[in-house]
């Protein structure tokens, strides 16, 4: 093989490394770009769930706070973000209070509510 053989197998080895650098730096832009989409549909959701109205039967209240937490502890397993995720395990543990409270007081509701919008706000934080 000649200079001219070897100067174009040389090129061609570069060229290859180049592309396959190129291929691992969009790669890794998908992978964040995902990541982004990821956690930004999670907020979404998490955000659309943090309702709950103390003005229904009791049962029903209970029951609508287990679906709730449990929701979000899914969310919490599908996010890479520790801050978005440490924010949905505690929105899911308001939910989980809330279930155990006595709901016919309302003092117990009025507080948990406050603790529930305290947790709400640190999500908002955390998905910003």
Avoid at 30 to 45: I, K, Q
Avoid at 53 to 59: K, R
């Amino acid at each position: 093989m000649g200079i001219r053989g070897r100067c174009v197998a040389v090129v061609s080895v570069l060229a290859s490394v180049l592309v396959v650098a190129g291929c691992a730096e969009v790669g890794e832009a998908v992978d964040e770009a995902n990541a982004v989409t990821d956690r930004a549909a999670v907020c979404a959701e998490a955000l659309g769930l943090a309702d709950l109205n103390p003005l229904v039967d009791e049962e029903r209240l209970r029951q609508r706070a287990e679906d709730k937490e449990r929701r979000l502890r899914e969310l919490a397993d599908d996010v890479a973000d520790e801050d978005v995720k440490a924010s949905l395990l505690g929105l899911a543990d308001s939910y989980l209070q809330v279930q155990k409270e006595r709901l016919d007081d309302a003092g117990v509701v009025a507080r948990w509510v406050q603790r529930n919008t305290e947790r709400l706000d640190d999500l908002r934080v955390a998905c910003t």
